[in-house]
Nanobody, 124 residues
């Protein structure tokens, strides 16, 4: 079992930055691939970024590539999402998730564990 808790969301102006954190508990966390997803009102949950168990591989959605950076510190059982150059369309609830496989997957249905989400609101 892995428990995930997101933090760091809030209100930010367009062009600004936020850093999300995802704190994980559970002995097997460091062996899981991890991902960030987001869901805006009235829309489906969408993939944002994923990172391999050791941080050696990453994958990004086209809409955030070059603006967002995913990272993890297994010693601290924490994953991060550095978000720069915010756009109003980044407004959503952001979720972290853990995947017991080693493949970086973009389908939310493939992930096994989820946090409760943190709201990010970008004002124009």
């Amino acid at each position: 079992q892995v428990q995930l808790v997101e933090s760091g969301g809030g209100l930010v102006q367009a062009g600004g930055s936020l850093r999300l954190s995802c704190a994980a508990s559970g002995r097997t966390y460091s062996t899981y691939a991890m991902g960030w997803f987001r869901q805006a009102p009235g829309k489906e949950r969408e993939f944002v970024a994923a990172i391999s168990w050791n941080g050696g591989s990453t994958n990004y959605a086209g809409s955030v590539k070059g603006r967002f950076t995913i990272d993890r510190d297994n010693a601290k059982h924490t994953m991060y999402l550095q978000m720069n150059g915010h756009k109003p369309e980044d407004t959503a609830v952001y979720y972290c998730a853990a995947d017991r496989t080693v493949i970086l997957r973009t389908n939310p249905d493939a992930y096994d564990y989820w946090g409760q989400g943190t709201q990010v609101t970008v004002s124009s």
